[in-house]
């Protein structure tokens, strides 16, 4: 069963916090996702983006 973690790293570069993944076969061995680089960014302000959520659609969707 594969694993996705969506984190953000602290607002400690000039670009702000964003949103990184990794991802695991199993759980306990994990890869960088997008070579370690943020995969969502914010270029709305300068607070950065983070605490992601999933929301299902009144379609099925995500």
């Given at each position: 069963?594969?694993?996705?973690?969506?984190?953000?790293?602290?607002?400690?570069?000039?670009?702000?916090?964003?949103?990184?993944?990794?991802?695991?076969?199993?759980?306990?061995?994990?890869?960088?996702?997008?070579?370690?680089?943020?995969?969502?960014?914010?270029?709305?302000?300068?607070?950065?983006?983070?605490?992601i959520?999933?929301?299902?659609?009144?379609?099925?969707?995500?």
């Open positions: 069963m594969p694993y996705l973690f969506v984190h953000f790293k602290e607002k400690v570069v000039p670009d702000g916090e964003a949103v990184y993944f990794g991802k695991s076969k199993d759980g306990y061995n994990w890869e960088k996702v997008n070579d370690g680089n943020p995969v969502l960014m914010s270029k709305l302000g300068d607070k950065g983006c983070r605490d959520e999933i929301v299902r659609l009144h379609t099925g969707g995500f």
